[in-house]
């Protein structure tokens, strides 16, 4: 009854165009699951070696650490200029009014540590 139905699919045009296009889907949907279930455990091992690699450089001194701010040069503008608006430190007094207490601001202030 299965090999009499499927020849009468595959041999009738427009049952076979519907066929090939839900076969379509469920190829596409399986390749989908597929590049997915391989995908993320090679992305997530090669995002844990990079970060594996950047300790070892850290520990080694060859990250740059607090001689290269940024990773740049310390000698050059980028790295002159990373190192000095790394020390740059400002206070601002903020004072918000609203005309209606009710309607609310979307974000959350926190008083600052001086």
Known sequence: ???TTAHETLA???LRSAYDR???MVRL???GLTMAAVGA???AALWLALHMLRALASLLGLGGGAARPGGFDPKSFE???AATLAKIEVSVDIEI???DPSK???MKLAPGSG
Do not use: E, F
Request: glycine share 8%.
């Open 104 to 106: 609310k601001l979307g």
């Open 41 to 43: 455990p090679l992305l």
């Open 12 to 14: 009738s045009v427009d």
């Open 97 to 99: 009014r609203r005309s």
């Open 79 to 81: 790295g002159r200029l």
């Open 29 to 31: 949907a399986s390749d």
């Open 22 to 24: 839900q076969r379509h």
């Open 1 to 3: 009854a299965h090999v």
